[in-house]
T-cell receptor, first 113, second 111 residues
């Protein structure tokens, strides 16, 4: 079993909906990440939190809003998404810096209709 | 632009053969390098990491690093059909918390 838990595993939402993706880890990692992955493409970094503070935002549209309530939890709030936002959303964690590599969660498969 | 480059494949090898996957990187400040395996529809799984020049072995897997040539490779001995997946090479982005991923190489092991 992965040590980074993502919920839900699948999500279908309309373009006017508001939904949230959740990620939880209990490995004591202090850096957490959101990635987006389209089919046959590598993961694309969206956000990095380090010690619960947002340290990197890769110019992600404001319809994606991250939140890190504590060192174990990471949320991604979604609002007014477009069909092209349909993708696999991956959460990962690592002990900062990322020199030890990431542990990925199993992902949320998002479909925007 | 800091990049990690891989041949997208597919790389087809017969069962029992050695599969050789290659990767180059552009940022000389990168210190650590990773190989992830990703099955279709699943999330990436870390299988090897390497920091020092030379070889690092773990079971059927050997990672090789040549910092002078900015080259990383992964050898899979006795390839099995279950090894069929996309292999992502990644490098850490210097002192940041970013991993920079290559585009991945699709490996197909033929029974």
């Amino acid at each position: 079993d992965t040590e980074v838990t993502q919920t839900p595993k699948h999500l279908v939402m309309g373009m006017t909906n508001k939904k949230s993706l959740k990620c939880e880890q209990h490995m004591g990692h202090r850096a957490m990440y959101w990635y987006k992955q389209k089919a046959k493409k590598p993961p694309e970094l969206m956000f990095v939190y380090s010690y619960e503070k947002l340290s990197i935002n890769e110019s992600v549209p404001s319809r994606f809003s991250p939140e890190c309530p504590n060192s174990s939890l990471l949320n991604l709030h979604l609002h007014a998404l477009q069909p092209e936002d349909s993708a696999l959303y991956l959460c990962a964690s690592s002990p900062p810096p990322a020199g030890y590599g990431y542990t990925f969660g199993s992902g949320t498969r998002l479909t925007v209709v | 632009q800091k990049e990690v480059e891989q041949n997208s494949g597919p790389l087809s090898v017969p069962e029992g053969a050695i599969a050789s996957l290659n990767c180059t990187y552009s940022d000389r400040g990168s210190q650590s390098f990773f190989w992830y395996r990703q099955y279709s529809g699943k999330s990436p799984e870390l299988i090897m990491f390497i920091y020092s020049n030379g070889d690092k072995e773990d079971g059927r897997f050997t990672a090789q690093l040549n910092k002078a040539s900015q080259y990383v490779s992964l050898l899979i001995r006795d390839s099995q059909p279950s090894d069929s997946a996309t292999y992502l090479c990644a490098a850490n982005g210097g002192a940041t918390n970013k991993l920079i991923f290559g585009t991945g190489t699709l490996l197909a092991v033929q029974p």
